[in-house]
Every structure is written in C-alpha cells, then in structure tokens.
C-alpha cells in the first residue's frame, strides 16, 4: 500500500495499489468503485497536521524515524506514467495499546473516586484522632458501638456508624492537616476499625437511653438541649445536671427538640385548661400516662383518644407529650409492617399516630410489645446469616374518629379517653394557643417532676391489684399522692379507680363490637348461672339465641362459619366478657373419648344490667 503525496492540498488525495507483483499500479476510485473518504488526520510530532502521504503520519514522538533508500533518493517503484509514491517505515514498530500497563492515580485525600484504595496515611492520622483523650469508645449490650466525644466542653454520645460521629471524626483531621478532608474510603476504613475496637475491647457494656434513662434507683430525662444536660430525679428531689456529670448516657436523634426548663412551685391542675376532657377522672389518667411515660423502665401504658373532628384530640396529645419529649415528627403516619414500626421506635421516645381510620392488620401485637418491650429480628443482608436486633419498649398515642381497636390483649393495654366536641365559645387562635402553652410549659414540667418524686418516695409501699398493666398502675398510684388534680366532680377520685373503670369501659366496647360477645351474653341472659357444651352445641345455641336477626347477623364476618370457629373468636373476647362478670373456660376435657367441652359462668350471678347493644353493630367499625 503507497499513499500519494499531492502538492495541492484542495487535489483529493489518491491510492494505489499494486497488483500483485505484475508491475502496473492501480489507482483506486478511477476503474474500482467509489473514492475512499478523507483518512482522519493525527497530530504530527511538531503539532501540525500529519497527512496520509507524510512520512511522519504514522510515527509517535521519541520514536526515530528511518526512510528507505529508495525515499531518501526521492524514487520509488511505481508504473507507467504514475506519480511517484513516499513510504514512511519505523525500525521500531509503535506499541500496541493493550501492553502499556495502566497506571492508578494516588489518593490525594479528596475522596473523589470511590474506587481508589484508602490512603494508609489517611486511615493512621483518623485512627490516631479517634484513640484521643475526647474520645471514649464502648459497646451496649446488643454489641452496638458507641463514642462518647469530649465536644466543646460537653460530652456527646453518638454511635459510631452515624454520620454525627463520622462528621466529628473528620472534623477534627479537617482542623489539624491543613484544612483538608479525608478520602471516603479511608474514612469507611477507619470507621470500620474503631467500631471493632469498641466491640473487642471494651469488656463491660454499657447501657444508651433515648430521652428516658435510670441508673441506681435514679431516673433520668434527657433534656436535649446545647449542653446535653439532664434532668436527675431522686427520693431528695430533682435537679438539672451536666450531662459529664450524668452515670448514664443519651444518645439522641435528628427530630427531637429540647424539653423546657423545669422550674418549681407549678401545680399539676394548670395543664387542665391546654386538654379537652370530659371528667375530673379523665384528666387524671392523662397525667398518669404522662407521669408513666417519663418513667424508666416501662411498662407503658398507651393513650388512645376516640372522638369526632373538632375535639381538640391532636392538639391536648401534643400539649402533654411537648411537655418531656417534644420532636418534629409529633404526628405520625401509622405504619404498616414490623420493621417500619421497629424503625420509628428507634428514632423516638413516644409515637404518636395520628388520625387513625382503622387498625393496619399484624400492628396490635406489635403495640402490645412496646408496652412490655419487645424485639424484632431481620438479617442485615441476604447472602448471610447476619441479624439485626431492634429491642423497643415505648409510650405510643393514638388518635381517631371512629373505634379502631377490638382486640382484648391491646385494650388491657391502653387508656382510652372520649373527649367532647369544643364549644364554638372556647376555641383559641392556635398562635395564642401555643403561646400561653410555652410560657405555663417550665411550671407544668416541674410539676411533673415533683410528683415523680413523690412516686420515688413512696413506691415501695404502695400495693395495688385487680389492673393487668400492674406495675404501671402502682407507679402512677404512688406518684399521685398529694397532687392537686382541680375541683372534684363526682367521678372516681384516685386513679386506680379511674383506671379500672375505664377498662371496663373499653371491655364493654370491645363487647359491642363483636357479635359473638354479643349474642353470648344474650345466651346468658335467659340463664340462671352457667352454660355447659361441645363447639357444636355453642353454635347451634348461639345461632338459636339471634332470633328475627339471624340472616343479617349471619352476614357479619366476624360471625362463625364452623364449630371451629367459636373457640377463636369467643377466647378473643373471653377477657372481655370477664370484665363484665362472665367466665368462660375451653379444653375441658371428659368422658373416655376426652371431649371438650366449653363452659360459660357467671362469677358472681347474673347481674340486672347488661351491656347489650346490636350485635351487627360492628360492620361500621371493622
């Protein structure tokens, strides 16, 4: 292949080719197809242009260049009549792109490519930073890794695998080398390695509290303020201290905002006219919730406020919860699945969910185990046998329209208010609202906190019984002591008694809710004492006993389809119709085949009054 070299540059070039040894040149584009576009042009070794005809088009620089003889005397083999032709070789053919070896750019602390090998000088200088006197690594009993960080004259607690103690972290390299920032993969290293150090070396584990803490027969709340100081409360009194001080430690999240600061000599009747209640017994089992909410550890009791729009139901919530754990998100979304509800809890003190229209399916069990702590087990990835453990034990809120919960074993757990419908008269511009709230908030707060005191004083001898949430009733009931609650007015005066009345209003509800509770204690009704039978004979008594009703109670869901049926529904609602006086027992077992038998009695007789309502009553609700 010879390529021409034209002294026209406007002249298209040419190309011939020779035919194999015969001595005649063809040039191509005259007998043989079309012309052959331009070749690209290359940058020559002096930074011109090479073109196809130089004898430097095809030779990079450092390499030398070495004609023929034939070129160097200006001639070259060519036919008849044709121009002649300028061959450029190399001795020293060019290098093939695919055997110059890659070189890999150094790490120059930028962090800009994430595929560069962490710098170990990097890794070192952080390292060395974090085994500091300000920092303090540990581990809490579920081997999650902690540091305890000297900041500013306080002391803060943050996990190591959060970005506040990664923005700490390379804060401090930023400081002391020239203003510079880390590479993010000397920075994932160095993470990585100071989170195994917390877990290998620290041999006793330590407990983190989020907002509510004890320690010693001490109760602590987290204030969340600049200082990261604390609320200590002890059988002496309350006091706010330094959170270096503090034997325990907080950690904190993104949303919460810190509490007011408590002063004394408020008086617990003044948060009365931030809520909207029906009774003087009401009011007090809202500051028992409060009072069992700050209170570490649980059990917890969960407030849940059923009342039409426009009965202040979200804003009395938000009044009491602002008092000891205000955050951004104060109202929730209800969430849906078990990991999304671990995950909330994680984040905050106390949930509140907000505008509930109906029960998502799986939660109530979940909500019973925040109220006596409860756990929930993921793996970290699929590939592995790793876990994560997300351990919860908090105070939630619940608001709606219309009944949401049936389930016996959540209502045993809850305090349920029914708050009435604001007078046009007594509503408030929300500003001022807020604004008489912040300015009363320190007085309601340390008002707070002396009845926890007195609860402290007097718990070991306070004895209560007959409530299922026991420990949380005898809590509040020995924090109550001495509180000035406002003017009386006929409802039960202690809060035992108002708790225990109003379980046995949400045990009526749940009772009108469910048509075989219903019918039960229809059955009942015609009956002396007790009730004795297989599952077969309960349904067909209980299908007897609906009467005219029987097509329209039939369609209900919730109603039995087989004898099978029966024992579920009736041992949901067992606990219920306990509360009314109504005991029934299942599995008893006679006679040689060992048939079940059911058995339905009333404890103490049957009462003149019963909660009767209609049992198709419960397709609105569901």
């Known amino acids: 292949l010879s390529m021409t070299n034209n002294s026209n540059p ?107 090998a962490a710098d170990p000088s990097q890794v070192d200088k952080l390292l060395e ?30 996990q190591v695998r959060s970005e506040a103690f990664e923005e700490i972290l390379t804060g401090d390299y930023y400081d002391r ?37 004890s320690h010693d027969g001490k109760l602590y709340v987290d204030t969340c303020d600049d200082d990261w100081s604390v609320s200590e409360i002890d059988q002496d009194g309350w006091r706010i201290i330094s959170g270096n001080d503090a034997p325990v430690r907080f950690r904190r999240d993104s949303g919460m905002r810190p509490t007011p600061v408590p002063v004394k000599g408020g008086s617990i009747k003044e948060l009365r006219r931030f809520t909207n209640l029906r009774t003087t017994a009401d009011f007090r089992l809202l500051v028992g919730w409060a009072l069992g909410a700050m209170r ?15 009965a ?143 609860g402290l004083q007097r718990y070991p001898e306070t004895e209560v019984s007959g409530v299922r949430m026991l420990d949380f009733a005898r809590w509040v009931t020995a924090c109550e002591h001495g509180a000035d609650f406002g003017p009386e007015d006929g409802s039960p005066t202690t809060f035992l008694e108002a708790y225990k009345e109003n379980r046995l209003n949400a045990s009526e509800g749940a009772i009108e809710a469910s048509p075989v509770a219903t019918v039960i204690l229809r059955l009942m009704g015609n009956r002396q004492r007790v009730w004795e039978g297989t599952m077969k004979q309960l349904l067909d008594a209980l299908e007897a006993s609906v009467g005219s009703e029987g097509d329209r109670i039939r369609r209900n869901k919730l109603w039995p389809a087989t004898d099978s049926i029966p024992s579920k529904a009736q041992r949901a609602v067992a606990p219920n119709l306990r509360h009314v006086g109504l005991d029934c027992e299942f599995d008893i077992k006679r006679g040689r085949n060992r048939t079940r038998i059911v058995r339905i009695e009333w404890i103490n007789g049957r009462p003149d009054v019963l909660p009767m309502s209609d049992p198709d009553g419960s397709d609105e609700r569901e």
């Open 296 to 310: 570490h550890p649980g059990p917890y009791a969960h407030l849940v406020f059923i009342a039409e729009q426009g």
């Open 177 to 213: 080398h020239d203003r510079t920032a880390p590479g993010d993969d000397a920075v994932r290293t160095a993470l990585k390695t100071i989170e195994m150090r917390a877990r290998r070396e620290c041999r006793t584990p330590r407990r983190v509290f989020l907002r509510a803490g």
């Open 312 to 454: 202040g139901k979200s804003t009395t919530i938000d009044a009491v919860r602002s008092l000891f754990d205000p955050n951004a998100d104060m109202r929730l979304t209800m969430p849906t699945s078990d990991p999304d509800m671990f995950i909330a809890a994680d984040s905050s003190h106390v949930l509140s969910f907000d505008n509930i229209e109906g029960m998502p399916r799986g939660m109530s069990p979940v909500l019973c185990q925040f109220a006596t702590k409860g756990s929930f087990v993921k793996r970290k990835l699929y590939t592995d046998r790793g876990k994560v453990t997300f351990n919860a034990q908090r105070p939630v809120t619940m608001n709606g329209i219309p009944d949401f919960i049936h389930r016996s074993d959540l209502l045993d757990r809850v305090i349920m208010l029914r708050p009435p419908k604001l007078k046009e008269s007594t509503r408030m511009p929300e500003d001022g609202f807020w604004e008489a709230h912040a300015e009363a908030a320190p007085r309601l707060l340390g008002a707070l906190l002396d009845m926890m005191v007195v």
């Open 10 to 116: 406007n002249e298209p070039r040419k190309r011939r080719f020779h035919d194999g040894g015969k001595g005649r040149a063809v040039r191509h584009g005259s007998n043989v197809g079309a012309p052959e576009p331009e070749p690209e042009r290359q940058d020559d070794l002096f930074g011109g242009l090479a073109k196809p005809g130089n004898a430097y088009a095809n030779v990079k620089a450092g390499e030398p260049v070495n004609a023929t003889s034939e070129q160097q005397n200006g001639s070259a083999s060519h036919g008849e009549g044709d121009e002649p032709d300028l061959v450029a070789t190399s001795k020293t053919p060019p290098k093939s792109k695919k055997s110059r070896p890659k070189q890999r750019r150094k790490d120059n602390g930028s962090g800009s490519d994430d595929k560069k």
């Open 129 to 158: 930073i974090a085994e500091g006197a300000k920092y303090s690594l540990f581990r809490d009993p579920d081997r999650v890794a902690y540091a305890s960080v000297l900041v500013g004259g306080r002391v803060e607690t943050h």
